[in-house]
């Protein structure tokens, strides 16, 4: 049988890998934002609502939008400000805005996630940005 220091001690140790593993799933990633995402969620699943991404010539081009959210103009720099966060949580239960980041060097590395809305209001497309992405999430750490 174990004793109490035992046990206390094996906990611990658990803990510390624990610990351990919750920092090997993030990186820090710098680059470019190549995208930038709404989606909105029902019961019956997930609605890409808008999205903004770079075309081959380094523009921004909108494959994805709702008319309604954003003029022409605006939904190449899209800003999710107050009225569009409320018309959006008036039609879907939930509201996720995200980014995508691709490193600038010959391997175009893209890694991203859900973001703030803040984060997705700091950035536009075509900026650089230094993120940390863990678990499906982005934080920008410099814009």
């Not at 035992?6 to 820090?28: C, E, K, M, S």
């Not at 995402?37 to 019956?44: A, C, F, H, P």
Request: charged share 25%.
């Amino acid at each position: 049988m174990l004793s109490r220091r035992q046990l206390l001690a094996a906990a611990g140790a658990g803990v510390g890998v624990g610990a351990l593993g919750v920092g090997v799933g993030r990186t820090i990633h710098r680059g470019t934002v190549f995208e930038k995402w709404i989606r909105g969620w029902n019961g019956d699943g997930s609605e890409l609502v808008h999205s903004v991404v770079i075309d081959s010539m380094g523009s921004p081009y909108v494959p994805e939008t709702d008319g309604e959210l954003f003029s022409t103009a605006q939904g190449r720099r899209p800003v999710a400000t107050d009225e569009v966060h409320a018309s959006l949580r008036e039609r879907y239960d939930r509201v996720e805005y995200g980014l995508n980041v691709c490193s600038t060097d010959a391997r175009r590395d893209c890694r991203g996630g859900r973001a703030s809305r803040e984060a997705f209001n700091a950035v536009q497309v075509t900026d650089e940005v230094t993120a940390a992405i863990a678990a499906d999430r982005v934080r920008l750490l410099r814009s």
